[in-house]
T-cell receptor, first 114, second 111 residues
Framework: EAGVAQSPRYKIIEKRQSVAFWCNPI?????LYWYQQILGQGPKLLIQ????????DSQLPKDRFSAERLKGVDSTLKIQPAKLEDSAVYLC????????????FGEGSRLTVL | SQQGEEDPQALSIQEGENATMNCSYK?????LQWYRQNSGRGLVHLIL???NEREKHSGRLRVTLDTSKKSSSLLITASRAADTASYFC???????????WGAGTKLIIKP
């Protein structure tokens, strides 16, 4: 079974530039999550999709972050414009068990904003 | 907001020793999960324990849950160098199914 795929693995940009991250979840997983993980901290949920609908985006900075999940499969997370404090690892995870099951994570996309 | 808090923040032990880390949380939960994260990698699920369970085993891992104290512990027996990683607990509240994560325990196994 293929795991959660994310790209790019690393991205370096200057502040005020834009960046996009892509995630392909495990086939058949209805629930998809985007997390932000700052060095030394636990993951922070940015947005949760159930199929192609948003379940929770309460912690997504909507003035600069956006996310979509086309046709309930792949997802893209965009940051525009980026700030220095956006430097973090962006983790995508998927789950087949709704809200409370095991999450399967991708390797993450490490963003450095200069 | 972070509900789970792991303790200690960092732990360094000799290979072969047992490692114990703890997680405390604030509100009633449905489940508690433990994950491992190797440096520069994604998180890997280790074990899920339901609120009506008190103990669960998986290989060298033993997890306990005390809902009266709102705490859980993860025991890794006979540690190996490959166990070097950060360990996170995640809880989901009874009324809010969002997973809440702690800041993790960084475990270093010295050869």
């Amino acid at each position: 079974e293929a795991g959660v795929a994310q790209s790019p693995r690393y991205k370096i940009i200057e502040k005020r530039q834009s960046v996009a991250f892509w995630c392909n979840p495990i086939s058949g997983h209805a629930t998809l999550y985007w997390y932000q993980q700052i060095l030394g901290q636990g993951p922070k949920l940015l947005i949760q999709f159930q199929n192609n609908g948003v379940v929770d985006d309460s912690q997504l900075p909507k003035d600069r972050f956006s996310a979509e999940r086309l046709k309930g499969v792949d997802s893209t997370l965009k940051i525009q414009p980026a700030k220095l404090e956006d430097s973090a690892v962006y983790l995508c995870a998927s789950s087949s068990q709704g809200f409370t099951g095991e999450l399967f994570f991708g390797e993450g996309s490490r963003l450095t904003v200069l | 907001s972070q509900q789970g808090e792991e303790d200690p923040q960092a732990l360094s032990i000799q290979e072969g020793e047992n490692a114990t880390m703890n997680c405390s949380y604030k509100t009633s939960i449905n489940n508690l999960q433990w994950y491992r994260q190797n440096s520069g990698r994604g998180l890997v699920h280790l074990i899920l324990i339901r609120s009506n369970e008190r103990e669960k085993h998986s290989g060298r891992l033993r997890v306990t849950l005390d809902t009266s104290k709102k705490s859980s512990s993860l025991l890794i027996t006979a540690s190996r160098a490959a166990d070097t990683a950060s360990y996170f607990c995640a809880t989901d509240g009874r009324s809010n199914y969002q997973l809440i994560w702690g800041a993790g325990t960084k475990l270093i196994i010295k050869p």
